[in-house]
């Protein structure tokens, strides 16, 4: 075990993208290593969300090990992986530890040029050099860390793009002469939620959804397929989702990410130090309890934690079951927030909306 680790979070990549000969770097680690598996993630939920939630970085820090993850939290949107390997150079904690890098050019280049153009192309060869030069950045003594990678799946093309909100627009102000309220709607990555205030409401609404020009991209989830995804869809609550190959949100983007992937080849792909024999699938929740296990060991070698306040490490018993995954979820399509309070922020999986 080094005495330093990197965990490279990558949007937009699958692992069909790592075996390509333009990734030199990352096939040879993929190609008959123990520690690759096809990686899953939960029903419902963003995959850095799910990898941060429940304190993950506050029980790092109780092992006494110092966390590194401006790459994520604190690049403004304009700025690229370029950026991110700046922050690596400009290092603001000792190099022991745990270094968190974001790196989301692929992602950008799926959903502006669309995937397997020559732009993204030229983001899958540059991410294989930006993960060599982390690996060199980040050297303690002359040697490389333990290198751990998560990738989210690629991209799909997309053929159109849809704004359900506006399309809806004039049928929700219809609904203010109610007594109970105005119907209100989230936009979010992958689906319209429509949260409404009565019985009439939803019903009215939900025909609204099920004709023209709705019906031509999407569809409305039923509270029974919900339930047997593991989400969970209020009696009062509508989810629209897009049919496939469309995205929900502005024009003119070119791909989406699906985060709830129903095919094997659409999944991500994990690549961590510490799985110790051949797996083929694996739960984000396990890569999760498997970082803090790795911690645990790397602060032990450091002599960094104190033994009375070790953190629960042990698999999440509520894993949802991937098998029924129908839902799929496009990129989010506004900036990534610059966030000057890491401790208020919400877990993003999203991609720059333009160059700057």
Excluded at 257 to 273: Q, R, S, Y
Aim: overall charge neutral; some cysteine; aromatic content about 6%.
């Amino acid at each position: 075990m080094k005495d330093t680790l990197l965990v490279v979070l990558v949007p937009g990549v699958g692992r069909e993208d790592l075996a390509t000969k333009r990734m030199r770097c990352l096939s040879r680690m993929i190609e008959g290593s123990r520690a690759a598996a096809r990686l899953f993630t939960p029903q419902g939920r963003a995959p850095l969300d799910s990898l941060f939630a429940n304190d993950l970085v506050a029980k790092l820090q109780k092992l006494g090990l110092p966390v590194d993850r401006r790459t994520w939290l604190m690049r403004p949107n304009w700025q690229g992986d370029d950026a991110a390997l700046a922050m690596l150079e400009k290092q603001v904690v000792r190099r022991t530890g745990i270094t968190f890098l974001y790196l989301s050019d692929v992602a950008h280049a799926a959903v502006l040029h669309g995937p397997g153009s020559r732009g993204h192309d030229e983001a899958l060869a540059q991410l294989d050099g930006h993960v060599e030069r982390a690996l060199n950045l980040a050297k303690v003594g002359g040697e490389h860390p333990d290198l751990a990678l998560m990738t989210f799946g690629p991209c799909r093309a997309v053929t159109r793009c849809f704004d359900p909100v506006r399309a809806l627009a004039k049928d929700l102000e219809k609904t203010a002469w109610l007594r109970s309220g105005r119907a209100s709607t989230h936009l979010l990555p992958g689906r319209l939620e429509v949260v409404c205030k009565s019985w009439r409401q939803v019903e009215r609404i939900a025909g609204r959804l099920s004709e023209e020009p709705f019906v031509n991209h999407g569809r409305l989830v039923q509270a029974a397929e919900t339930r047997a995804l593991g989400l969970t869809l209020g009696c009062e609550e509508l989810w629209f989702v897009p049919l496939r190959g469309v995205a929900f949100g502005r024009e003119g983007q070119k791909g989406m990410l699906p985060i709830f992937p129903d095919a094997p080849g659409e999944l991500g792909t994990a690549v961590l130090p510490w799985l110790t024999e051949a797996t083929r699938d694996l739960d984000l929740a396990e890569a999760r309890a498997g970082l803090l296990r790795h911690a645990w060991q790397l602060a032990e070698k450091l002599g960094t934690f104190d033994r009375a306040a070790l953190p629960e490490i042990s698999v999440d018993s509520q894993r949802r079951s991937h098998a029924l995954a129908d839902v799929e979820s496009v990129l989010q399509h506004h900036a990534l927030e610059v966030v000057e309070d890491a401790a208020d922020v919400e877990a993003l999986l999203g991609v720059r909306s333009r160059e700057e």
